[in-house]
């Protein structure tokens, strides 16, 4: 079964909302990533928190990690239609070479 | 640097023959990896390389086949297509473990009837 599950599965708001998605985990980390995949497309890497940070800002994306519940949270503030994308989590786990993906939350901005 | 490049974009297979699916990245990445994307699934870890030489399983290796004889190349094998292998298949890479940022090719959508 896959590491990293993301809630919700879809998600829709009006644009100039804020986004937020989230991620639960099963086992302890290194660290967790978070990747957006515009349709048709490839993955593109947006931020990663190590397990030793609970917070970090890029730009508009805030992300937080609490490995005491294996949960992490992606806030978009102030959307744009640009921001209709894929957005998927990505955990290495604690002693593990290996990079897993979550199922992705589905992100619809409205114009 | 053209990044991490996947051929072929397309491919049609029938049940039973076999193909390789190329990746190459100019990077000098050590970690590269396979994975598979479907619907409502995510991506799902084929196969990885932490180095030229090393490959190891992920969560669903079975009908796939990979080596790494240089750092650039990480080429994936369909040993005898099945419809179950209908697919986008992406290929990543990273510097390695610490340096966990992936960067992704643009897919092979792989179509077995």
């Known amino acids: 079964s896959q590491q990293g599950e993301e809630d919700p599965q879809a998600l829709s708001i009006q644009e100039g909302e804020n986004a937020t998605m989230n991620c639960s985990y099963k086992?302890?980390?290194?660290?967790l990533q978070w990747y957006r995949q515009n349709s048709g497309r490839g993955l593109v890497h947006l931020i990663l928190?190590?397990?030793?940070?609970r917070e970090k800002h890029s730009g508009r994306l805030r992300v937080t990690l609490d490995t005491s519940k294996k949960s992490s949270s992606l806030l978009i503030t102030a959307s744009r239609a640009a921001d209709t994308a894929s957005y998927f989590c990505?955990?290495?786990?604690?002693?593990?070479?290996?990079?897993?993906f979550g199922k992705g939350t589905r992100l619809h901005i409205l114009p | 640097n053209a990044g991490v490049t996947q051929t072929p974009k397309f491919q049609v297979l029938k049940t039973g023959q076999s193909m390789t699916l190329q990746c190459a990245q100019d990077?000098?990445?050590?970690?590269m990896s396979w994975y598979r994307q479907d619907p409502g699934m995510g991506l799902r870890l084929i196969h990885y390389?932490?180095?030229?030489?090393?490959?190891d399983q992920g969560e669903v290796p079975n009908g796939y086949n990979v080596s790494r004889s240089t750092t650039e190349d990480f080429p994936l094998r369909l040993l005898s297509a099945a419809p179950s292998q209908t697919s986008v298949y992406f290929c990543?890479?990273?510097?390695?473990?610490?340096?966990?940022?992936?960067?992704f090719g643009p897919g092979t959508r792989l179509t077995v009837l």
């Open positions: 990543a890479s990273s510097h390695g473990v610490g340096r966990d940022t992936q960067y």
């Open positions: 086992t302890s980390i290194n660290n």
């Open positions: 928190i190590r397990s030793n940070e």
């Open positions: 990077m000098n990445h050590e970690y």
């Open positions: 390389s932490v180095g030229a030489g090393i490959t």
């Open positions: 990505a955990t290495r786990p604690r002693g593990d070479d290996k990079i897993i």
